[in-house]
């Protein structure tokens, strides 16, 4: 009698996927024009890297962005993530949305509209390899070095930024450019309030972390007007920039402790 031996098949190891390491957040309002452009100069940068994911976040927008969103998940070929409010809740709120749904470790945002550049994203994420080692956690912030804008949004924009970085000390010389970069844990640990995105290097630093400037470039719109506008942003932005001067007053002194 001869020995035979029973094999069994061999079993492949099952393919897991990547970890994602940057989620690209975009929050947009009545952006039916822009924000499928958007996406596909979005794609073209990142192409199919597993490293990255697209979250579009359609702050309860009255127009067609919600089904220009739809038609283009059937059609792109690189797949992103849609997420809806039911009803418009402000950039801020769209923002923590974005976040708050992304699976990335490291997040990156930037406008709706198609002022910003998706090109400058890699120039981002170098300036953050650059920071390695940094003893807090990195923020990396767009500077408009050239802005495409209307001389009043110019204006006060430029007013903002120097009684904002004269009374927060902030080190950031454009805190609304919506090209940032930034660790997803540290930003879900800041306190939540409206308007809260304008005050993100404040906010950041007031926790320990690091602010970098990278100058990014910016672009006209390509359609309509901005539907995150201006209005009333002088006595609002004065309202939250007192506020933001109560917490930083307010912080807790170091609470590094041992167990015996």
């Keep these: 009698m001869s020995d035979t031996t029973q094999t069994t098949p061999q079993q492949r190891p099952v393919a897991l996927p990547e970890r994602i390491r940057y989620s690209i957040v975009v929050p947009c309002y009545n952006e039916q024009d822009s924000i499928v452009p958007l996406i596909e100069e979005i794609i073209a940068v990142i192409g199919d890297d597993s490293a990255f994911e697209i979250v579009i976040v359609d702050d309860g927008s009255t127009d067609q962005t919600r089904s220009r969103l739809a038609q283009a998940k059937n059609r792109l070929a690189v797949p992103f993530r849609a997420i809806v409010h039911a009803v418009n809740c402000g950039q801020s709120a769209a923002i923590y949305s974005g976040v708050d749904a992304a699976g990335g470790e490291w997040i990156i945002t930037l406008d709706g509209d198609g002022q910003n550049d998706p090109g400058d994203i890699p120039n981002l994420i170098n300036t953050l390899d650059a920071t390695t080692g940094a003893t807090g956690s990195p923020i990396i ?9 209307p001389w009043v949004r110019k204006l006060s924009s430029m007013v903002a930024n120097v009684v904002r970085s004269r009374l927060l000390n902030d080190a950031t010389p454009d805190t609304g450019c919506g090209l940032k970069l930034f660790r997803r844990d540290a930003f879900m640990r800041l306190p939540r309030f409206d308007h809260m995105h304008r005050f993100l290097p404040a906010l950041m630093l007031r926790d320990g972390g690091v602010m970098v400037s990278v100058a990014v470039g910016h672009r006209p719109r390509r359609t309509g007007q901005s539907n995150y506008g201006i209005h009333n942003r002088l006595w609002s932005g004065i309202v939250d920039l007192i506020g933001v001067m ?7 002194k170091s609470t590094n402790y041992e167990e015996l």
């Design 141 to 149: 912030c767009g500077h408009r070095t050239t802005r495409r804008d």
């Design 246 to 252: 109560w917490l930083r007053r307010r912080q807790f």
